[in-house]
């Protein structure tokens, strides 16, 4: 994701909330726009896709407080009026210079930028210095079970990192790239604009990497990177919910200059199952039950996911629908939450008949319907 994406999309308005949402509100609204649009529930639209995605990446922004706060501090000074980046071809401060240097802690350093903006004749550090390697985005799909118990599983990812001929250096092996003349080596170029501003901008020459490739890689074209395709062990863990996004620290694409790897980003699906549901960490479940057993009462059997049936007391006179709770059996400290569905018979013989109108004439009951009826 671009700098010039945090500055140019509006994640609040993605997600339907406020610029001063509470957490609870962001991930609220993040859950039931993932559902509305997810892959799975619109296989035949690409616009619900594509929205899915839009809102992955507005929660992965606002939902992570450190960037949410970066995100705010970076629409507060550039997306505000005040300042508007120049569009590609008219020059101008570049934005990605910005943020390395905002996300690096060095705040001395942000007077390299407006000194270089302004005129202010600051001097400009060079931009070989260590640079976070970027964050990586893969899916797994989980049945419902591994969800919640937690997972292992492969995942295979493909990033950008240091070619493998040329060892990142962007030169054929047996040779050695140059210093650029055009920056000397700082990667930055100064240039004015009709004559009131100096702007900062990465080298032409050498594209911001301080140095220049007289006998490029062949592998590479002399970019010193290429892409890489690993597979990893990912650790799911328990309780995880559908739609859910993981981050996995230090498992992204791979840093330049010795700089840090970035983070993988891991989105979660969780295949239906067929008996069970979930209600946050509760396992809910719908058994049905006679109309005896829920006149009279009854011990019945109630399956789990996690090992044997349980047994449950339904007590003399259960209503259908009424929910009753087993505790422990459900996701992480959950519970099991058993519905009961009252069963009416299709079909009665003779004497059942014969037995239930008999019941019916001795239990006497009121009308049921009457209120509605206005008795």
Not at 23 to 30: L, S, V
Request: include cysteine; aromatic fraction near 6%; charged fraction near 25%.
């Amino acid at each position: 994701m671009s700098t010039k994406d945090w500055l140019e999309k509006d994640y609040y308005k993605v997600l339907g909330v406020s610029s001063d949402a509470k957490p609870e509100e962001i991930k609220k609204a993040f859950r039931k726009l993932a559902r509305q649009f997810h892959p799975d529930q619109n296989t035949q639209n690409p616009e619900a896709e594509a929205k899915f995605k839009e809102v992955s990446e507005a929660n992965s922004v606002l939902g992570d407080e450190e960037k949410r706060k970066e995100y705010d501090e970076a629409r507060r000074l550039f997306g505000g009026g005040g300042f508007r980046f120049p569009r590609a071809g008219q020059g101008g401060a570049n934005p990605e210079d910005f943020f390395t240097t905002f996300n690096s802690g060095d705040q001395a350093n942000l007077g390299d930028i407006f000194g270089g903006l302004f005129g202010g004749g600051a001097q400009r550090r060079p931009s070989r210095g260590p640079r976070r390697g970027a964050d990586i985005e893969g899916e797994v799909t989980l049945d419902f079970a591994d969800a919640l118990a937690g997972a292992t599983v492969s995942l295979q990812t493909s990033t950008d990192a240091a070619c493998g001929t040329c060892r990142g250096t962007g030169a054929r092996p047996g040779t050695q790239p140059t210093v650029c003349r055009a920056c000397q080596g700082s990667g930055m170029q100064t240039s004015t604009t009709g004559g009131m501003f100096a702007v900062s901008e990465p080298c032409r020459e050498c594209r911001g990497r301080g140095m220049t490739v007289a006998d490029p890689c062949p592998d590479c074209a002399g970019s010193g990177r290429a892409r890489a395709t690993r597979t990893m062990q990912v650790r799911i863990p328990a309780g995880v919910t559908d739609g859910q996004r993981i981050r996995i620290k230090g498992k992204g694409g791979a840093g330049e200059n010795s700089g840090a790897a970035g983070d993988l980003y891991v989105l979660v699906h969780v295949r239906p199952h067929k008996l069970y549901g979930r209600k946050g960490d509760h396992v809910t479940i719908s058994v049905p039950v006679t109309f005896a057993e829920a006149a009279l009462g009854a011990e019945i059997s109630v399956p789990t996911l996690d090992g044997g049936p349980v047994r449950l007391r339904v007590p003399a006179g259960t209503p259908n629908g009424r929910t009753f709770r087993v505790h422990g059996r459900g996701a992480k400290d959950g519970d099991l939450l058993v519905t009961v569905e009252v069963q009416v018979p299709k079909q009665l013989s003779e004497e059942a008949k014969t037995a239930l109108l008999a019941y019916a004439a001795q239990a006497s009951e009121p009308d049921p319907r009457a209120e509605l009826l206005g008795g």
